[in-house]
């Protein structure tokens, strides 16, 4: 049975800086690229990061660049997302998602979904 299980979230200030951290298990994710969405109430699900298990290649959306950093680590198959210099309008549940092959932007196609966790940012 696939699971992704997020954990990480919380409440911050503005300006703080929290790490969520994605794991996966039950399958073999090589092939898979894996990717961080968000959800903020009575928005849609919303792209912000995205890594590939078997290569080094990394994509952000614009709102996020240069703040959030997403990691892995293969061996724990675990995929990170460092989050610094955090504002109020990142407030959101946070999804860790698997794709097979190519990442998408869009949330359809991604065939497993973690639980989400809340990060809510004061100002």
């Known amino acids: 049975q696939v699971q992704l299980v997020e954990s990480g979230g919380g409440l911050v200030q503005a300006g703080g800086s929290l790490r969520l951290t994605c794991v996966a298990s039950?399958?073999?994710?090589?092939?898979?690229?894996m990717a961080w969405f968000r959800q903020a109430p009575g928005k849609e699900r919303e792209f912000v990061a995205a890594?590939?298990?078997?290569?080094?290649?990394?994509y952000y959306a614009d709102s996020v660049k240069g703040r959030f950093t997403i990691s892995k680590d293969n061996a724990k198959n675990t995929i990170y997302l460092q989050m610094n210099s955090l504002k109020p309008e990142d407030t959101a549940v946070y999804y860790c998602?698997?794709?097979?092959?190519?990442?998408?932007?869009?949330?359809?196609?991604?065939?497993?979904w973690g639980q989400g966790t809340q990060v809510t940012v004061s100002s």
């Open positions: 998602g698997g794709k097979v092959d190519w990442y998408s932007g869009s949330p359809a196609g991604y065939c497993y």
């Open positions: 039950g399958r073999t994710f090589d092939s898979y690229a």
């Open positions: 890594i590939y298990w078997s290569t080094t290649g990394t």
